[in-house]
């Protein structure tokens, strides 16, 4: 850590520095306040769009209910949920806040982990502006990975830095079984979370602790094989998963047939990410740009890189802790920018990284500026500093609606959405009350669809790859779907311009075609961005058949 100045007048480093670290109690007890604060004011009682919250509820669901081992995305996070679920079924309220309770410790253990080993002006201003952020204040309410993520990962610093401290020579096993534990469960939250393995061993043959490297990788090793080899005893499962990732080396997820992405198309997608995640989406989140700004700015993107290159430079010189966070940003973000196709363009991905992110472009800064005699370049580190404080604060306060707050805590959990996404969701309650318990409905977004239908399974079309009607009808006959509902679910989130997502339109409209009577209107909600429920009617399709048969 960067000590103060021995010399009688302290430059502007040495003052907030000194003031910080006496008054750090103060200052850490706001930070969390500030955050407690902007989580209850921003706190969203609703599932997401996207989906995947609402899928991670579902999996939680069927690992209680059915055994079901939770593939495909992390299980870890859903069998975490299960345990609220076994206590008290879904309910939203009680999921959420544990994503809440998560983060706030994690903002704790932040200032744990690092306290003594960095500058506290450094630490206090990242958690100053992080816990302002409504980006990342977002996920407090949110059921989705990156809570458990993040407070899994950071205790994997923590026990670095021991381990780092420790020139006894000894090997302490615990550490090292705890940090193996800790990365094989990051990596079963997050498949990314194999990086922080990598983050590790990297760091400690950097400094050429060689058995410490092997050690950890040894025990990793044989804990993910001795889970691996339960989850095949218990699930019957196959030992190895490829689940989601096999599509990431695919030049489109949901097109395969534009086949596998080349050297050249990876070197893209970073060059594409890197612009995307920093100039847009980092900037954002630090409220440097402004909320509704979406382009990229390549030279926003280059400088972001060579504050980050200056810390690790530094880093590398003076502080072994701060060139850990540079290696794990490193090996994490490189991953994600090498991997992921760009049209996910989902900030949520950089989330557990947004703190270390943040921390080492101050670092990089601090150090360019601390070193410099010209006091213009001291105010101006604090001076940044302040304005993305006051920017993701104000960014936090422009986005509360205690109107939607006060009516989801109420009950009236449509409050908040779109018109498309009311009367969806709306449909998809009629049927969990209305119809039998053993009819089946195939929907675009069926995880959804249950948590508002209060449990019932649906069946669900993501794509199709097939225009045979006769095909596409048979597959609901074998699944044995009774309706089907249509929405008029945007494409567009933010504005009614009559595009939709039409995977459910066009999988009618083909069987229509051919049998024009199958699909029987049944129940309507909505006038604008209606939600229609069709009835599925079989027979139609046997009766036309028949009469083509006789009238050849």
Same mark, same amino acid.
């Given at each position: 850590m960067a000590k103060p100045s021995n010399q009688p007048n302290f430059n502007l480093f040495d003052k907030v520095e000194n003031w910080s670290q006496k008054h750090q109690f103060v200052i850490i007890g706001t930070i969390l306040g500030v955050f407690t604060l902007f989580s209850l004011l921003l706190f969203n009682l609703r599932v997401s769009e996207g989906g995947d919250d609402s899928t991670y509820i579902i999996r939680a669901v069927n690992f209680i209910n059915d055994g079901s081992y939770p593939s495909f995305q992390g299980p870890l996070y859903p069998m975490f949920l299960s345990l609220f679920v076994a206590l008290s079924g879904i309910k939203l309220g009680l999921l959420k806040v544990t994503s809440f309770v998560l983060m706030l410790i994690s903002l704790w253990l932040i200032y744990r982990s690092f306290k003594d080993k960095i500058?506290? /002006?450094?630490l206090f201003a990242t958690l100053l502006i992080i816990s302002a952020s409504s980006y990342f204040i977002y996920f407090t309410s949110q059921t989705y990975s990156e809570a458990l993520f993040l407070?899994? +990962? *950071?205790? %994997?610093?923590? @026990?670095?830095?021991?381990?780092?401290?420790?020139?006894?020579?000894?090997?302490?096993?615990?550490?090292?079984?705890?940090?193996?534990?800790?990365?094989?469960?990051?990596?079963?939250?997050?498949? $990314?979370?194999?990086?922080?393995? $990598?983050a590790v061993v990297l760091f400690f043959l950097i400094n050429k602790r060689y058995k410490d490297a092997g050690l950890i990788t040894g025990s990793f090793i044989l804990m993910l094989g001795l889970f691996l $080899?339960?989850?095949?005893? @218990?699930?019957? /499962?196959?030992?190895?998963d490829s689940g +989601?990732?096999?599509?990431? *080396?695919?030049?489109?997820?949901? +097109?395969?047939?534009?086949?596998?992405? /080349?050297?050249?198309?990876?070197?893209?997608? =970073? *060059?594409?990410?890197?612009?995307?995640?920093? #100039?847009?989406?980092?900037?954002?989140?630090?409220?440097?740009?402004?909320?509704?700004?979406? #382009?990229?700015i390549g030279l926003?993107?280059?400088?972001?890189?060579?504050?980050?290159?200056?810390?690790t430079f530094k880093a590398f010189k003076n502080n072994k802790?701060?060139? =850990? %966070?540079?290696?794990?940003?490193?090996?994490?973000?490189?991953?994600?920018? %090498?991997?992921? !196709?760009?049209?996910?363009? !989902?900030?949520?991905?950089? $989330?557990?990284?947004?703190?270390?992110m943040v921390l080492i472009v101050l670092y990089g800064l601090w150090e360019f500026c601390r070193t410099q005699k010209s006091k213009l370049l001291?105010?101006? =580190?604090?001076?940044? %500093?302040? *304005?993305?404080?006051?920017?993701?604060?104000? !960014?936090?306060?422009?986005?509360?609606?205690?109107?939607?707050?006060?009516?989801?805590?109420?009950?009236?959990?449509?409050?908040?959405?779109?018109?498309?996404?009311?009367?969806?969701?709306?449909?998809?309650?009629?049927?969990g009350e209305k119809l039998p318990g053993n009819t089946m409905v195939a929907v675009r977004k069926p995880n959804m669809a249950r948590i508002y239908a209060n449990g019932k399974k649906f069946y669900g079309i993501y794509r199709f790859d097939t225009d045979d009607p006769d095909q596409l009808l048979q597959r609901l006959k074998d699944r044995k779907v009774t309706h089907v509902i249509m929405a008029s679910l945007r494409k567009n989130p933010l504005v009614n311009n009559g595009q939709t997502i039409n995977t459910i339109q066009r999988y009618l409209y083909i069987i229509s075609k051919k049998y024009p009577t199958v699909f029987k209107l049944q129940h309507q909600i909505g006038k604008v961005e209606p939600a229609y429920l069709f009835r599925v009617d079989y027979s139609a399709a046997v009766t036309k058949e028949t009469t083509n048969q006789e009238t050849n």
């Amino acid at each position: 850590m960067a000590k103060p100045s021995n010399q009688p007048n302290f430059n502007l480093f040495d003052k907030v520095e000194n003031w910080s670290q006496k008054h750090q109690f103060v200052i850490i007890g706001t930070i969390l306040g500030v955050f407690t604060l902007f989580s209850l004011l921003l706190f969203n009682l609703r599932v997401s769009e996207g989906g995947d919250d609402s899928t991670y509820i579902i999996r939680a669901v069927n690992f209680i209910n059915d055994g079901s081992y939770p593939s495909f995305q992390g299980p870890l996070y859903p069998m975490f949920l299960s345990l609220f679920v076994a206590l008290s079924g879904i309910k939203l309220g009680l999921l959420k806040v544990t994503s809440f309770v998560l983060m706030l410790i994690s903002l704790w253990l932040i200032y744990r982990s690092f306290k003594d080993k960095i500058a506290y /002006t450094l630490l206090f201003a990242t958690l100053l502006i992080i816990s302002a952020s409504s980006y990342f204040i977002y996920f407090t309410s949110q059921t989705y990975s990156e809570a458990l993520f993040l407070l899994l +990962q *950071i205790p %994997v610093f923590a @026990i670095v830095f021991q381990l780092h401290d420790d020139e006894s020579g000894q090997t302490n096993w615990k550490r090292v079984l705890v940090l193996s534990a800790l990365i094989l469960a990051s990596y079963l939250t997050r498949t $990314i979370g194999l990086g922080t393995l $990598i983050a590790v061993v990297l760091f400690f043959l950097i400094n050429k602790r060689y058995k410490d490297a092997g050690l950890i990788t040894g025990s990793f090793i044989l804990m993910l094989g001795l889970f691996l $080899i339960l989850k095949s005893a @218990i699930w019957e /499962t196959s030992i190895i998963d490829s689940g +989601q990732a096999t599509t990431l *080396i695919y030049k489109h997820p949901y +097109q395969l047939d534009k086949g596998k992405e /080349t050297i050249g198309g990876f070197i893209t997608r =970073f *060059i594409d990410n890197s612009n995307l995640y920093l #100039s847009k989406h980092f900037l954002k989140m630090t409220g440097l740009r402004a909320m509704t700004k979406n #382009s990229t700015i390549g030279l926003l993107t280059i400088l972001l890189y060579g504050l980050f290159a200056l810390g690790t430079f530094k880093a590398f010189k003076n502080n072994k802790y701060m060139l =850990f %966070v540079a290696i794990y940003l490193v090996i994490m973000l490189g991953i994600t920018f %090498v991997v992921l !196709q760009k049209l996910w363009d !989902q900030y949520r991905l950089i $989330i557990p990284f947004f703190p270390f992110m943040v921390l080492i472009v101050l670092y990089g800064l601090w150090e360019f500026c601390r070193t410099q005699k010209s006091k213009l370049l001291h105010y101006l =580190f604090f001076g940044l %500093v302040a *304005i993305s404080i006051v920017s993701t604060s104000a !960014q936090s306060f422009s986005k509360i609606d205690l109107l939607t707050l006060r009516k989801n805590l109420k009950g009236d959990l449509y409050e908040g959405y779109t018109d498309d996404w009311k009367n969806y969701l709306s449909m998809a309650e009629y049927t969990g009350e209305k119809l039998p318990g053993n009819t089946m409905v195939a929907v675009r977004k069926p995880n959804m669809a249950r948590i508002y239908a209060n449990g019932k399974k649906f069946y669900g079309i993501y794509r199709f790859d097939t225009d045979d009607p006769d095909q596409l009808l048979q597959r609901l006959k074998d699944r044995k779907v009774t309706h089907v509902i249509m929405a008029s679910l945007r494409k567009n989130p933010l504005v009614n311009n009559g595009q939709t997502i039409n995977t459910i339109q066009r999988y009618l409209y083909i069987i229509s075609k051919k049998y024009p009577t199958v699909f029987k209107l049944q129940h309507q909600i909505g006038k604008v961005e209606p939600a229609y429920l069709f009835r599925v009617d079989y027979s139609a399709a046997v009766t036309k058949e028949t009469t083509n048969q006789e009238t050849n």
